[in-house]
């Protein structure tokens, strides 16, 4: 089963942009992978669908700030022109036919 | 409009059982996966259980050993849980989330279980 792997956290300044990884496990490369948003306290949100081609998919009201993009075993997530808001955990996941698994998370900080 | 509310929580004893539930409306239930998603406190998301549209077939993450069943009742647009054998490592807020394009694309706002004697 895939295993993904993020950062523990990351911080930019509000108004700049960040770029966030999940990567894939050997084998796994060509998996598609999501991403969500969990703003402090709240439920999860999710964002986007980011495939191997780079080709994303994202999920109704999400801003256009927010892209996703792919190389090799990576799957990233990039916000531009962050706002406070976007101060949350971000969590990539994947599935098979039989399971699902998560990222540890990444904290994002807007300084 | 998507809506998925959890229900059942509570405090429970140590070889406890609880059943969550979760209902939805907005979407035609049964033509859509659906999952169970808990997160410990301060902890990441993990994936618990997920079943298909006509219930077909059920998968769980392998640390449940068995202890926790998924099922739907799509006369009742309802999605349920399980919980038996509970642990108090099994303390978490667990999410109901819809299946959409592979990927659970809406959430609950969740419910709380806190397992301890």
């Known amino acids: 089963q895939p295993v993904l792997t993020q950062s523990s956290s990351a911080s930019a300044s509000l108004g700049s942009s960040v770029k966030l990884t999940c990567s894939l496990s050997s084998g796994h490369s060509g998996y598609s992978i999501a991403w969500h948003q969990q703003q402090p306290g709240k439920a999860p949100r999710s964002l986007m669908k980011v495939e191997l081609s780079g080709s994303y998919n994202k999920g109704s009201g999400v801003p256009d700030r927010f892209s996703g993009s792919s190389s090799g075993a990576d799957r990233y997530l990039t916000i531009s022109n962050l706002q406070s808001e976007d101060e949350a955990d971000y969590y990539c996941e994947t599935w098979n036919r039989t399971s699902r698994v998560f990222g540890g998370g990444t904290k994002l900080t807007v300084l | 409009e998507v809506q998925l509310v959890e229900s059942g929580g509570g405090l429970v004893q140590p070889e406890g059982s609880l059943r969550l539930s979760c209902a939805a409306s907005g979407f035609t239930f049964n033509n859509y996966v659906m999952s169970w998603v808990r997160q410990a406190p301060g902890r990441g998301l993990e994936w618990v259980s997920v079943?298909?549209?006509?219930?077909?077939?059920?998968y769980y993450a392998d640390s449940l050993k068995g202890r926790f069943s998924i099922s739907r009742d799509n006369s009742k647009s309802t999605l349920y849980l399980q919980m038996n054998s509970l642990r108090v490592d099994d303390t978490a807020i667990y999410y109901c989330?819809?299946?959409?394009?592979?990927?659970?694309?809406?959430w609950g706002q969740g419910t709380m279980v806190t397992v301890s004697s």
């Open positions: 079943v298909s549209g006509g219930s077909e077939s059920t």
């Open positions: 989330a819809r299946v959409a394009d592979d990927y659970h694309s809406s």
